[in-house]
């Protein structure tokens, strides 16, 4: 079979089933104050020719400004016809685009929106004859398919959404390409990014007549196609408008192909609307002029300072949200759980019990004699006593020194790594697989830019100081529950949580040159006040920078960093002694886990030179997904480092 004659049998797979609506119609309209309101409108069909199934109306659209914000300045109207054409005309910015998407977005608020915000008032008539999902379709600007689909599969996705769907699918894919000037052996097995623009511009055309589209708004459908592949197009609007009776509502700033679309030799209802530039007052201008925005406002982003406080804020403000109710929800659960634990176990039956097993015998050892009842219940007395006063105390300091521990060295970094993982490593490796994928790190070569220095230091830089901010605010509120929750259960009373949590927080730092000046000043005489956990937890801080100012006052030169606790310590006792210590060690692991996050990111986002828009949510998640392995595996050398501690 010859092309031309199987384009030609292939029309018959686009039935036109609808005819004149013969009863009144009205038009519903929105004002600018959002009132809706219904008024009969002569709406042309009585002058039709009923029985002509190429006169019937589809469509009709009026449009009439209403403020300065209008971007045309008179009143439009249009009606659209089976295989007719309507072309939009104006400059760029004169709301063509704005008023044909009234068409296929159906949606109700639309013209209200366009009301209160660009101050016009739009209204659209459809032939109520037509099923909602056969209206109006649209050929965007960029070719627009689903790429995670082949070409055949796009198609197949239209078709199953008819009313009807035709049973043998693979004959009405491969009637739909032919249609378009496509062929079906070779094309229909592509990829979206393996097309020209010319065939992404058919095989639009052809999702829109699968889905029986008796209008198709065609935006800007030449834009990016060389003169033969545009002309080529053009052509297949004109047979499918003559042969399919497929309405168009034109935009195009290309003369010469939108003569050959309207094509009035073959074609009928044409019809060019131009919208009109509207005439500005003194007070409108002003008052538009008042709302343009400063140069400076236009330009943020392109110094390196604007990237980074933009990352920053990002970082912190969208994270913290989640650090912090994440924290709060393990703080509890785990400082619950402990409490409770403690509170549980009894260990005054299990050590009279052994103490009446051992003394009976020694009793009787020394004296001869059996141990009296009387002798025994004042051991048990004694030992009882004994227990009251060692046992509290015990279980409050086992309590805080063991979550200050869990929480600082293991706990807080690691929650919030993984917590990040997503936040911070998703979010960047899906900023750089867009632009990966949208050219965008091309165009910053082509422009001497280094797309490391544009999009990679700036997002470390801010991550290496959100990372420990948000793992240390984490951190705080898991402790500070837990300073709570112990003394509900009995265990402790606040102000000894926040001296022990001190002490474990910040031991004296080993080292010779500092350990003669440090200074605990957290009391054990403090009131019970909340106000007590920020002396305590500053205290330590304090000795440190008071020790560092008095070493650097006196000769920095003389500083001695080896170890106390060893007479012959080296310069590796004195690295783990400092990398241990638990406020470096805490912040250590979270700046280490934040740059491993990002570096991963950066490695599998920009590992495809040729990524594509399909790519993307892959890249996101195998970054999310490597970076939290090696976070964890991270996790384990620290723990091993925190062996070596002596």
């Known amino acids: 079979m010859e092309p031309k004659e199987r384009v030609r049998k292939s029309a018959s797979i686009f039935p036109i089933p609808f005819t004149a609506a013969a009863a009144a119609t009205t038009t519903t309209t929105t004002t600018k104050h959002g009132k809706m309101a219904k008024a009969p409108v002569d709406d042309g069909y009585d002058d039709v020719k009923t029985a002509a199934t190429t006169a019937v109306p589809l469509v009709r659209l009026t449009a009439s400004p209403l403020g300065p914000k209008c971007p045309f300045g008179k009143p439009i109207e249009f009606t659209l016809r089976p295989g007719g054409c309507v072309c939009l005309k104006g400059p760029s910015g004169r709301g063509k685009t704005t008023l044909a998407s009234v068409l296929y977005e ?20 459809w032939n109520d004859d037509i099923p909602l999902r056969e209206r109006c379709g649209v050929l965007f600007q960029q070719t627009t398919l689903l790429d995670e689909l082949t070409v055949a599969g796009n198609l197949t996705v239209a078709l199953q959404q008819q009313s009807n769907p035709p049973t043998d699918v693979e004959v009405v894919v491969r009637q739909l390409l032919e249609a378009v000037g496509l062929d079906y052996d070779r094309d229909a097995s592509k990829r979206p990014t393996q097309l020209s623009g010319g065939m992404g511009r058919r095989v639009c055309l052809a999702l829109q007549l699968a889905q029986h589209k ?28 003559r042969e399919q009776h497929t309405a168009l509502v034109l935009i195009s700033h290309e003369p010469h192909l939108t003569k050959l679309v309207l094509d009035p030799d073959t074609t009928s209802h044409n019809q060019v609307v131009e919208l009109i530039a509207p005439l500005r007052s003194a007070s409108s201008l002003s008052s538009l002029d008042a709302k343009i925005p400063n140069h400076q406002s236009m330009c943020f982003g392109t110094r390196f ?21 994440a924290f709060v929800a393990c703080g509890l659960a785990i400082s619950m759980l402990t409490a409770d634990l403690l509170q549980r176990l009894e260990i005054s ?6 103490v009446e097993k051992e003394v009976k015998p020694l009793i009787k050892m020394l004296t001869g004699e059996d141990a009296s009842v009387l002798q025994m219940m004042a051991i048990r007395m004694k030992v009882t006593g004994m227990l009251n006063q060692t046992v509290p105390p015990a279980k409050a300091s086992l309590y805080a020194i063991g979550l200050t521990k869990l929480f600082v060295l293991e706990v807080g970094p690691l929650l919030t790594a993984l917590l990040l993982c997503g936040r911070i490593g998703g979010s960047y490796a899906g900023k750089v697989g867009t632009m990966q994928a949208t050219n965008q790190n091309k165009l910053l070569r082509t422009l001497g830019i280094n797309p490391h220095w544009w999009t990679l230091w700036p997002s470390l830089l801010a991550a290496l100081l959100a990372s420990p901010l948000l793992t240390m605010v984490g951190t705080f509120l898991a402790l500070y529950l837990a300073g709570w929750v112990g003394p509900v259960y009995g265990i402790g009373e606040r102000v000894t949580f926040w001296t022990e949590l001190n002490d474990a927080l910040f031991p004296v730092l080993r080292l010779r040159s500092f350990e003669p000046f440090w200074n605990l000043p957290c009391s054990n005489e403090a009131n019970s006040n909340s106000s007590n956990f920020w002396t305590c937890a500053a205290s330590g801080t304090k000795s440190m920078l008071l020790a560092l100012r008095r070493l650097v006052s006196d000769d920095p030169t003389h500083m001695d960093l080896t170890v106390t606790y060893k007479i012959d310590g080296t310069w590796k006792d004195s690295i783990i002694e400092i990398a241990t210590y638990p406020p470096v060690y805490h912040l250590l692991k979270a700046k280490v886990f934040i740059i491993i996050i990002v570096g991963v990111a950066e ?21 999310v997904v490597v970076s939290g392995l090696l976070v964890i595996l991270a996790d384990w050398g620290f723990s091993q480092l925190w062996l070596l501690r002596k």
Request: net charge positive; with cysteine.
């Open 106 to 125: 159906n949606d109700t608020t639309k013209a209200k929106f366009l009301s209160q915000t660009l101050d016009m008032e739009v209204a659209v008539r």
């Open 349 to 354: 039956g299990k050590v009279l019990g052994l």
């Open 214 to 241: 008796r209008v198709v708004v065609l935006d800007e459908p030449f834009t990016g196609l060389d003169y033969d592949a545009a002309v080529s197009v053009a052509k297949e609007l004109v047979r499918i408008r």
């Open 603 to 623: 490695c599998v986002a920009r590992s495809r030179p040729n990524l594509t828009p399909r790519g993307v949510p892959s890249v996101i998640t195998m970054s």
């Open 305 to 325: 300072q604007d990237r980074f406080l933009e990352r920053l804020m990002d970082y912190i403000l969208y994270s913290l949200p989640l650090i912090a109710l």
